[in-house]
């Protein structure tokens, strides 16, 4: 407490202490919890809850953390570079990024901030278009209401990887008291020409001349509405119809329950303005607008979203239709996604005569597939459809990419389910799936990892299973049979053991593929249930 900067943290953090002395063993246990710290700096940064102590988000942590990240720039070469700072609209994302700011000022470094709340890629693109040696983004993206983060870009406009996160981290641990770290506002302000010149990029990556097409969409209370809004009117599209009360920043997310486009009921609200509106296609952003989920009417006439692989495969069509015969630079195009998602886009690749790459999970490593990339995606709704200029997941540029290719699906007639159906009968049906084992015993977690690898099933849904060990590169396993794919990791961000399911099939005949799909579909469920069983305690 003594070496907290903020005031209001010293004070909350000795009411808990007043409570925990008092014989409270909640607090007892809240005390432990904030004090188990500190929070572990990571390849995505830090995320955790908004609290004092130092396994929280706050503002001393922010102070040592920012400390650590200026002495390895230093260390690096990077003395005086300059460096831009961004957040979104969570609570505690303004003080986190002030306090950002003036530790970089005060270690001599050039600091630019982004002009209030933005989404993250925008946060990603100035790195670039500043020639910047870093960037910083205060965020928590799509966690829960109570958390907030600090994301590290570096000189690349790229996510950090090892081993720069235990250097990062080793600095931080050497940083000192909050108290003692020197602060300056001398921090520059950017005006609106970053996003601009952003926004003017997106727009221009629209392909075709059609441009008919009703648009709904949600931040889910996050800051993408006015970006996509503008990006996809500067791209020729009319405003998207914007379900009304998530359209604005709020910090509290009051009408979801986990601010996630991929939580059952979170885009309830988009999917009943998409029918009563008439719209063509619905768009939900996450709060930081760096994933993109797309929904549509399907041919039975009910709206529903579509899967992040199911999109992946739609915009990685797309895409290779327009530059598969474009070699950029000396190489030829690049796909890639990452070894839980859908084999699809690999099939797709092979028809286009493009390259493909399968990278392990998060775009720190997509973005790092190799030269000539084009595209990347991951199945949690991360898209990356302008790695020329993003060298992330982008949820605005992927909107603008998927209003191209709806409007053109639209103007004939069809729409994106039409699309998927053709993809299908071209490369097969790729259905893909998730178990997710809540386990906050991170011994417990391992322990079953190690009963994992030390006996795998013979058989899975009718398939002699191959098993594979990512070990030492990742903790993953993998188990493979004929049409079945079933990949085990244990989360980063969350205390889960998560297991990804992919079934296929060839479809003969364009009007076997109902029947083909309807096979696909209980082949998964019994995929699941074998999993779960062979992960029952």
């Known amino acids: 407490m003594a070496d907290d900067v903020d005031p209001a943290a010293r004070d909350e953090l000795q009411a808990v202490l007043a409570r925990a002395m008092g014989g409270d063993a909640a607090a007892v246990g809240e005390l432990e919890d904030r004090m188990a710290g500190p929070l572990t700096f990571g390849t995505a940064g830090l995320r955790g809850p908004v609290r004092a102590g130092p ?11 920012t400390s650590g990240v200026a002495a390895w720039l230093a260390a690096n070469g990077k003395t005086s570079g300059l460096v ?21 000022s005060a270690a001599g470094f050039d600091v630019r901030t ?3 709340p933005l989404p993250t890629p925008v946060l990603a693109f100035a790195v670039g278009h500043l020639g910047a040696v870093a960037g910083i983004q205060i965020t928590a993206s799509h966690n829960p209401p109570s958390d907030n983060g600090y994301k590290l870009y570096d000189g690349t406009g790229t996510q950090i990887v090892p081993p720069d996160d235990r250097a990062i981290e080793s600095a931080i641990a050497a ?5 003692s770290i020197p602060r300056s506002p001398g921090a520059t302000e950017l005006g609106d020409d970053v996003l601009s010149a952003y926004l003017g990029r997106v727009a221009a990556l629209s392909s075709g001349s059609e441009r008919e097409l009703v648009v709904a969409a949600t931040a889910l209370h996050g800051v993408g509405a006015r970006t996509l809004t503008t990006a996809l009117t500067l791209a020729g599209f ?50 930081d607008a760096d994933r993109c989920a797309l929904g549509a009417r399907d041919a039975e006439g009910t709206w529903r979203m579509l899967t992040g692989d199911e999109t992946g495969a739609l915009l990685g069509e797309h895409i ?108 097969g049906v790729h259905l893909t799936g998730q178990v997710s084992l809540r386990i906050t015993d991170l011994d417990e977690r391992a322990r079953l990892m190690a009963a994992v690898r030390a006996e795998p099933p013979a058989t899975l849904a009718g398939a002699a ?40 099939a060839p479809v003969p005949e364009p009007a076997e593929l109902a029947g083909v799909r309807a096979a696909a579909h209980d082949r998964l469920t019994v995929l699941r249930e074998a999993v779960q069983s062979q992960l029952a305690p």
């Open 465 to 504: 299973i191959t098993a594979e060990d990512l070990l030492p590169e990742a903790d993953v396993v993998r188990w493979s049979g004929e049409g079945v794919r079933v990949v085990l990791r244990p989360s980063g961000t969350e205390p889960k053991l998560k297991v990804y399911l992919e079934v296929t």
């Open 320 to 427: 290779l239709a327009r530059v598969s015969t474009m070699p950029a630079g000396n190489v030829e195009p690049l796909v890639a996604t990452t070894i839980v998602s859908s084999s699809m886009l690999a099939k797709i690749a092979g028809a286009h005569g493009a390259r493909y790459a399968e990278t392990l999970t998060g775009f720190k490593w997509l973005a790092r597939a190799g030269d000539g990339l084009v595209y990347a995606y991951e199945e949690a709704l991360g898209l990356c459809v302008n790695p020329d200029f993003v060298r992330d997941k982008d949820g605005i540029a992927a909107a603008v990419v998927a209003c191209g290719l709806a409007a053109e699906l639209t103007a004939s007639g069809r729409s994106v389910f039409d699309a998927l159906d053709d993809l299908a009968v071209r490369h």
């Open 238 to 287: 009319g405003e998207p119809r914007l379900v009304a009360d998530q359209a604005e920043p709020d910090p509290d997310f009051p009408t979801v329950t986990f601010p996630n486009p991929e939580e059952p009921g979170a885009t309830d609200r988009l999917l009943a303005l998409a029918e009563n509106t008439g719209a063509d296609l619905a768009i939900a952003l996450d709060p």
């Open 114 to 116: 982004l002009p209030g």
């Open 84 to 104: 831009v700072v961004g957040r979104d609209a969570r609570h505690g994302s303004a003080r986190f990024a002030s306090a950002a700011a003036e530790v970089l």
């Open 175 to 179: 940083a000192g008291a909050a108290v």
């Open 55 to 65: 396994n929280g988000m706050n503002t001393s942590v922010v102070v040592r953390t």
